[in-house]
């Protein structure tokens, strides 16, 4: 099966930063990755598709990029509602998450 | 609007038997696969399995699949998840999700402890 390595873990911005987080999976996933957000006591939210297709809903400030076993999820412009977990889903084989990365407030 | 709304958790004691059920409506639920995710408290997210529309291929996690059953019912529009030999690894957050997981029920806990 395929692993996902999601980083960092934990996450400290203040309002307004960029942020990015990466996974890095243990084989070539030909871009399919989703991006999820989940706050706290909430089902995940998926928020990007196929490596950068916002789901409808999805505010411009969040992006996807990616190829091969790289890719990267990003938030330009932290706002407080952006506060949450968040995980990468690799589905070009038997689906797996990332760990899971924490952005807290700084 | 799509819905997925999951039952059947509670209290289960180490070694049992639980059976959660997923009713879904919104859609056409034989159209799409259909698959269980799980969450320990304070963990992160654990793909469980899947299944396709008519039952003819259903995948599990390795290290579930003797444990964990996957079935439907397209005629109730339900998704089922049979749980054997329990413990308390398995307790956690079980939520059901349609196709490449973009819809997702509320979930339903499942505490298994004596």
């Known amino acids: 099966d395929i692993q996902m390595t999601q980083s960092p873990p934990s996450l400290s911005a203040s309002l307004g930063d960029k942020v990015t987080i990466t996974c890095q999976a243990s084989?070539?996933?030909?871009?399919?990755i989703a991006w999820y957000q989940q706050k706290p006591g909430k089902a995940p939210r998926q928020l990007i598709r196929y490596t950068s297709t916002l789901v409808s809903g999805t505010p411009s400030r969040f992006s996807g990029s990616g190829s091969g076993r790289d890719y990267s999820f990003s938030i330009s412009n932290v706002e407080s509602e952006d506060i949450a977990s968040y995980y990468c889903?690799?589905?070009?084989?038997?689906?797996?998450f990332g760990g899971g990365t924490k952005l807290e407030l700084k | 609007e799509v819905k997925l709304v999951e039952s059947g958790g509670g209290l289960v004691q180490p070694g049992r038997s639980l059976k959660l059920s997923c009713a879904a409506s919104?859609?056409?639920?034989?159209?799409?696969?259909m698959g269980w995710v799980r969450q320990a408290p304070g963990k992160g997210l654990e793909w469980i399995g899947e299944?396709?529309?008519?039952?003819?291929?259903?995948n599990y996690t390795p290290s579930l699949k003797d444990k964990f059953t996957i079935s439907r019912d397209n005629a109730q529009n339900t998704l089922y998840l049979q749980m054997s030999k329990l413990g308390s690894e398995d307790t956690a957050i079980y939520y059901c999700a349609r196709g490449r997981y973009l819809y997702w029920g509320q979930g339903v806990m499942v505490t298994v402890s004596s």
């Open positions: 919104g859609f056409s639920f034989n159209d799409y696969w």
């Open positions: 299944i396709n529309q008519d039952s003819s291929t259903i």
């Open positions: 889903l690799q589905y070009d084989n038997l689906p797996t």
């Open positions: 084989q070539n996933i030909n871009k399919y």
